[in-house]
């Protein structure tokens, strides 16, 4: 009767072979990147706390997207989320004390009402996607994370705000974080960048929203 076969050992032989054992990884790393993960998550948390309009965004790839743009923007800018309460939303006031997180929420918030009174007084000739809309007034300026920057406890223009103003850098942000056309296309021409040329339904609103908000400042004595 034979006996039973003894179970093969992989890589191994008489001849001496070595045997390939797999190194585990370095825990230090695997710490480390669930540091990043936790930390990134953290932040994303804090953004959605500070702009609450982004739940009206009813697709979740474009709600998710918009609130990427604003990471990456204080990533790259070097802000944290609490800095957006703090940082003005224009260089054009001295010692401004509107910032950027006011501002962008008033623009969002006039955006979305006035997009609402246009669809129920025009819906039979008018058609206006919300969602693009919301997204557009939301990061219409985050670009401004990468225009302006923080020197000696003064907010001024950054190297790159000095060659590219924030409706260029904020394309570039959205683009980044996956952002539709639609989208980009209100941050492009939300500003005098925009006046000369093609402006959709979507960033006609963002784009007299946004200058009713700095008008109206303006009109009381905060800018010159």
Not at 95 to 106: G, K, P, Q, Y
Not at 116 to 142: K, M, P, Q, Y
Request: hydrophobic share 40%; net charge positive.
């Amino acid at each position: 009767m034979k006996g039973k076969s003894k179970p093969k050992v992989s890589g191994s032989s008489k001849q001496g072979k070595n045997i390939e054992v797999r190194k585990s990884s370095d825990p230090r790393k695997s710490i480390l990147g669930k540091s990043v993960v936790i930390a990134k998550r953290s932040i994303k948390n804090e953004v959605r706390e500070l702009f609450p309009e982004i739940l009206q965004i009813s697709d979740p790839k474009l709600r998710g997207a918009t609130l990427k743009a604003w990471v990456l923007g204080m990533e790259r800018g070097g802000w944290k989320p609490s800095d957006i309460d703090f940082l003005p939303f224009t260089l054009l006031i001295p010692e401004c004390d509107v910032s950027l997180l006011a501002h962008t929420r008033a623009v969002t918030k006039a955006a979305m009402r006035v997009g609402d009174v246009i669809a129920e007084f025009f819906s039979d000739t008018l058609s206006i996607n919300r969602d693009v809309l919301i997204s557009g007034a939301l990061v219409h300026d985050v670009g401004k994370l990468l225009e302006f920057e923080k020197k000696q406890g003064f907010f001024v223009k950054s190297q790159t705000g000095g060659m590219l103003r924030h409706p260029f850098s904020g394309v570039y942000l959205a683009e980044r974080a996956g952002l539709p056309a639609e989208v980009l296309h209100i941050v492009a021409v939300h500003s005098h960048e925009g006046d000369h040329g093609y402006r959709s339904i979507e960033a006609i609103i963002v784009n007299h929203c946004d200058f009713a908000v700095f008008e109206s400042l303006k009109a009381k004595g905060k800018a010159t």
